[in-house]
């Protein structure tokens, strides 16, 4: 009787279709099978029986289930190819069996296979397989998200909306954009990006001879929300509504400095954009082009 133990398979340097310990598993049986071929041969060299009760011995269940099971799972080549392997060794008088060993439990076979199969990944090994299509699009979609977070860090633009939200770009902003009428999601952008009516924007372009506001302090998007004398009792009604969230311009605004990035309490967060919304509707020192409650179906910034 034979025994192989398999194990995990990792081409180097580490492809996009080779990162998937699932797909490396299944090139670890792929190869075993091979491996039973060629022993099995070699003892019937010296051997006259043709005969052969071999055991390949794995330490991943979802591998032997895909190669139960072949429905609706990843890998799909490489476990039809370890089911042609395994018909044509047992055509040639070979038992296969498939068995399930637990992992990293001091099993001497079992730690020698995974210390083999890292000596055998040297550089410039490749396997025959097609990348999965799975992996290959995420792959695809990590580089244009790395590359787009770093056009948006690098660029001279947007530095007050950095100043924000610093987690940008995150696909959580849709949500906090998407949940709002076009009227509200124009006045949170206001906010956010600071290209607002406020005096200090406006001054910019030339239609305004200074940036002050009727208090004298220059007018912003956090002079308005923070320290605006005459907004003090609609104010009020702003503190009581989000909270602990009225210390951070950032926190108001539905940004973050800090915590998972792009996973935020997005109930709590909503509910503190909304309490802002209506705070800057009633401050009047902000504008809006868009009709009162129509549909919002942009992405937001």
Not at 140 to 146: E, K, Q, S, V
Not at 178 to 183: E, S, V, Y
Not at 194 to 198: A, K, N, Q, T
Not at 200 to 207: D, I
């Given at each position: ?11 180097r ?5 080779s ?6 598993e299944?090139?670890?049986?792929f190869?075993a ?25 794995c ?21 039809h ?5 395994a018909?044509e ?21 079992n730690d020698?296979?995974d ?9 410039g ?14 792959h ?7 590359q ?5 860090r690098s660029?001279?633009k947007?530095g ?17 954009y ?6 509200r ?8 990006t ?5 005096s ?8 305004r001879?200074n940036?002050?506001?009727?208090c004298?302090a220059?007018e ?23 909270g602990?969230?009225?210390r ?15 996973k ?11 309490a ?18 129509q549909p919002n ?5």
């Open positions: 009787m034979l025994h192989v133990f398999c194990a995990p398979w990792f081409p340097p580490r492809s996009s279709c990162r998937s310990v699932h797909v490396a299944l090139l670890g049986i190869y099978i091979s491996m039973v071929f060629k022993i099995a041969h070699r003892r019937w060299e010296s051997v006259n029986s043709r005969q052969t009760t071999a055991t390949i011995l330490d991943s269940r979802s591998a032997l289930q895909v190669i139960q099971n072949t429905r609706s799972r990843s890998g799909q080549r490489i476990v190819a370890i089911l042609q392997a018909t060794v047992q055509a040639d008088g070979i038992t296969l069996r498939l068995q399930w060993v637990p992992g990293h439990c001091d099993n001497p076979g020698a296979a210390r083999l199969a890292k000596d055998a990944a040297r550089p090994k490749t396997h025959p397989f097609r990348p999965l299509l799975s992996r290959e699009m995420a695809i979609r990590n580089n244009i998200n790395a787009w977070g770093q056009d948006w660029s001279a947007g007050h909306l950095r100043k924000i939200d610093c987690t940008l770009p995150a696909s959580y902003t849709r949500k906090l998407g949940n709002l009428p076009r009227n999601a124009y006045l949170l952008t206001q906010l956010r600071g290209h607002s009516w406020l200090t924007y406006a001054k910019t372009f030339g239609f001879d940036d002050h506001c009727v004298g220059q912003t998007v956090t002079h308005v929300l923070v320290d605006r004398p005459n907004l003090r009792e609609v104010r009020k009604e702003l503190r009581s509504g989000v602990d969230a009225f951070s311009v950032s926190s108001l605004l539905g940004g973050s400095t800090e915590g998972k990035r792009g935020p309490d997005t109930v709590s967060r909503a509910r503190t954009v909304n802002v919304l209506d705070f800057a509707e009633a401050s009047q020192r902000f504008r809006s082009r868009a009709p009162r409650g179906i942009g992405n937001g910034n």
